[in-house]
């Protein structure tokens, strides 16, 4: 069976730091790129920032300096470090993978982070 599951989202006060972990099961993790989005209540899903299969990052700019992707495939997991949270980040945040031939695609159900004070 396929999954996806995020965990590390929570309430962090502006300035705090976050770890977002998505662990994936039922696939080979190793042959798909890695992308978190977030999507805040009444707006668009945003990409916030991806990964290929051969460790090539991208970020969105509304984060970039503060966020960094990572990947370990021995444990088939993809990391999401924030750090110099501000209000404005609170959002959902899923992970998605996509095949890096196929481009078929896994969603998470996603992860709620709050920053507030």
């Known amino acids: 069976q396929v999954q996806l599951v995020e965990s590390g989202g929570g309430l962090v006060q502006p300035g705090g730091s976050l770890r977002l972990s998505c662990a994936a099961s039922?696939?080979?993790?190793?042959?798909?790129?890695a992308s978190w989005y977030r999507q805040a209540p009444g707006k668009e899903r945003e990409l916030v920032a991806n990964?290929?299969?051969?460790?090539?990052?991208n970020y969105a700019d509304s984060m970039k300096g503060r966020i960094t992707i990572s990947r370990d495939n021995a444990k088939n997991t993809v990391y999401l470090q924030m750090n110099s949270l501000k209000p404005e980040d609170t959002a959902v945040y899923s992970c998605?993978?996509?095949?890096?031939?196929?481009?078929?695609?896994?969603w998470g159900q996603g992860t709620q982070v709050t920053v507030s004070s």
């Open positions: 998605k993978a996509t095949h890096k031939w196929t481009e078929t695609e896994y």
């Open positions: 039922g696939f080979t993790f190793s042959n798909y790129g």
């Open positions: 990964i290929n299969t051969g460790g090539f990052t």
